[in-house]
């Protein structure tokens, strides 16, 4: 079945390192989301890639799409404490109904 | 405008008991999803539901589980004679038709 999958599983980084979270999905995708989680809390919605080779910029966060819609990637520069937390990505399911395929999602700590 | 809300926030059942999981979406919002999460590891479909339709229960296990979303009210996950497996956060999502999902707080279930 449909998969995606995250690299790292965990990462842990000194405070002001920069952090990248890689995702690769089994098909192509129409577009893809992040979330992150803090610890004990819930998915909160970051952003949307929809576009072959699109990149984003929020802040320190940048995410990309690759060129075949299969892969995209998430980069932190010079984390801060406030970045930790559970980074997943997901892509829509190959049925089409709108559900969400999440990869395993990469936690990142990051020690003052 | 207040976000998904979900019931309890955290619920503790005996094996063989049931399990009642309440969600409400944000106002406007007519599509809702459920997802589980183990302990360390991503979030898992489990369903689709607009109101009073199921659209897509690809990843509800074929027992004990059930779901609705009826034309007043939350929405509810059911949770038949739980067993300790069933141990989990079960987190609610909303969106507008084809968008990115907001999520609730989550209910974490344990089963002792």
């Known amino acids: 079945g449909q998969q995606v999958m995250q690299i790292p599983q965990y990462q842990h980084v000194q405070e002001g390192e920069d952090f990248t979270t890689y995702c690769n999905s089994s098909?192509?995708?129409?577009?893809i989301q992040w979330y992150k989680q803090r610890p004990g809390g819930h998915p909160v919605f970051l952003i949307q890639?929809?576009?072959?080779?699109e990149v984003k910029k929020q802040k320190r966060l940048t995410f990309q799409f690759g060129e075949a819609k299969k892969n995209s990637s998430l980069h932190i520069t010079a984390t801060q404490t406030t970045d930790v937390g559970t980074y997943f990505c997901?892509?829509?399911?190959?049925?089409?109904?709108?559900?969400?395929?999440f990869g395993q999602g990469t936690t990142l700590q990051v020690k003052p | 405008n207040a976000g998904v809300m979900q019931n309890p926030r955290h619920l503790v059942r005996r094996r063989g008991q049931e399990a009642r999981l309440r969600c409400s979406p944000m106002?406007?919002?007519?599509?809702v999803y459920w997802y589980r999460q183990l302990p360390e590891e991503g979030l898992k479909f489990m369903v689709y539901?607009?109101?009073?339709?199921?659209?897509?229960e690809s990843g509800m296990p074929k027992e004990r589980f059930s779901a609705e979303f009826p034309k007043e009210g939350p929405s509810i996950l059911r949770i038949q004679q739980v067993v300790r497996g069933d141990s989990a956060a079960y987190f609610c999502?909303?969106?507008?038709?084809?968008?990115?999902?907001?999520f609730g707080p989550g209910t974490r279930l344990t089963v002792t």
């Open positions: 999502a909303s969106s507008p038709p084809w968008d990115e999902q907001y």
């Open positions: 098909t192509t995708l129409s577009n």
């Open positions: 890639l929809v576009k072959s080779g």
């Open positions: 997901a892509g829509p399911g190959s049925s089409n109904t709108g559900k969400l395929i």
């Open positions: 106002k406007g919002h007519s599509h």
């Open positions: 539901l607009q109101k009073e339709n199921i659209i897509d």
